[in-house]
């Protein structure tokens, strides 16, 4: 047979053929090699912007900007060079296309490649469940004082601006503005609101200080006259959000409050990365969690605050216990007895500790972080609706891994057995 009738053959057979280039093993190759150098860079890159900065700069894009260090050989000229990394989404994305291409124009259901092609198989669904883990996971927080129930998380990152009326002590009226729509310049309405409210300007973290009293503010603060911002003389100025492990980032809004009548002045809010525990910082601050606001014979507080989720249920914290290896401050065991409780008047108790979350409604709770004296614990949340994706994608590799291997196994064994001579 030619080439030429050859490769009409493969076409006939492969109706995929057009994917052949691809299919090629040397783009697998290349994109393997530029995975390498991407988890290398963002390795070096951890150290300076933390482990959720180099996931958010590298794996979660199509391109990472990645800078030579300083420290090393020649950084001083090759810092200021900005080198384009191939991002996580544009190589998995390139990956997966080069496996399903290879899958496709080599598929062949023969009992001696079924092994091959659910390999190929299970690295694909791998891939693909990494990519959908990346681009749908939520992290966040639950923090729960001893005695207390809570029935909302808080975002890591992202704040929101909450207005409440609480005129009535029975009842709040709780107006959320998202970060989403606190651009500068921005006039925002809404129905439950007695007034404008007009954003000066906002950012996701900022250094701030105390003035000395008759000092006066410059930049960001100058033009604020009521609250907290006021009475504290508090100067802000605007940093980048730090993504580290132990990042403390303090959102911050200057924003103008106007009526029919008029404006009603000038407010800055704080957000704090714990939640509004403003009193921890100073008794001038305090303040902070709720700013009070009176209009119109009503009293409305204000609190910039870790964007939130509300959770149809609720979990109340009956004990904690907080162990350390003998001698040492090195944790031990971090323990939470819980009590789940649903819509339906059901209850479930639940012992949280290290690596044995409370999973319920698609949400993973893995103990956090620990206060004995302050008697509260904090849960890191985690929803992820393709978590189930690598167990079954493990599986299939497992699957196809046995077959080839019994495949072989049962063709050398008939192999011996038939050059065995007869009658030994």
């Known amino acids: 047979m030619s080439s030429t009738d050859h490769k009409d053959s493969y076409k006939a057979r492969n109706a995929f053929f057009w994917l052949a280039p691809l299919a090629s093993v040397r783009l697998t190759l290349v994109l393997l090699s530029l995975s390498m150098i991407l988890v290398f860079v963002a390795t070096l890159e951890q150290v300076r912007i933390g482990i959720r900065g180099a996931l958010s700069e590298y794996f979660e894009s199509l391109v990472g900007i990645w800078h030579y260090p300083e420290q090393f050989w020649g950084g001083e000229f090759l810092h200021h060079i900005p080198l384009p990394i191939p991002g996580g989404y544009l190589l998995g994305g390139l990956l997966i296309l080069n496996l399903v291409a290879a899958f496709l124009t080599r598929f062949q259901w023969t009992f001696k490649k079924v092994g091959i092609q659910l390999i190929h198989l299970g690295i694909i669904a791998l891939l693909v469940g990494q990519l959908v883990t990346q681009a749908t996971q939520e992290e966040s927080r639950m923090q729960i004082n001893k005695g207390e129930s809570v029935n909302y998380l808080e975002r890591f990152h992202g704040v929101e601006l909450a207005l409440i009326d609480v005129t009535d002590p029975e009842r709040e009226t709780v107006v959320a503005i998202p970060q989403e729509l606190l651009e500068e310049g921005q006039r925002l ?236």
């Open 189 to 424: 309405r809404h129905d439950s609101l007695p007034f404008d409210l007009i954003v000066k300007s906002f950012g996701v973290n900022c250094d701030f200080n105390v003035s000395p009293s008759g000092s006066t503010r410059e930049g960001l603060t100058e033009e604020v006259d009521r609250g907290v911002g006021l009475t504290a003389n508090l100067a802000i100025t605007d940093k980048e959000e730090d993504f580290s492990s132990d990042a403390m980032n303090f959102g911050y809004l200057v924003f103008e409050l106007t009526h029919k009548d008029g404006s009603l002045g000038t407010w800055l809010s704080l957000s704090h990365p714990a939640g509004n525990h403003w009193w921890k910082e100073s008794e001038k601050l305090a303040d902070f969690a709720f700013q009070p606001i009176r209009h119109e014979g009503r009293l409305w507080g204000a609190s910039l605050r870790p964007k939130r989720e509300y959770l149809p249920y609720s979990i109340e914290l009956l004990g904690i216990e907080n162990e350390f290896y003998q001698g040492t401050e090195i944790p031990f065991n971090f323990e939470s007895d819980v009590v789940l409780n649903m819509d339906d008047n059901q209850t479930r108790r639940a012992l949280v500790y290290m690596n044995t979350p409370l999973r319920h409604d698609g949400k993973t709770f893995y103990q956090y972080q620990m206060n004995n004296a302050a008697d509260y614990t904090v849960f890191q949340v985690i929803r992820n609706p393709s978590w189930l994706v690598p167990y079954l994608a493990c599986i299939i590799i497992s699957i196809g891994l046995l077959w080839q291997f019994l495949w072989h196994l049962v063709a050398f064994l008939q192999k011996n057995s038939s050059k065995s001579p007869k009658g030994a």
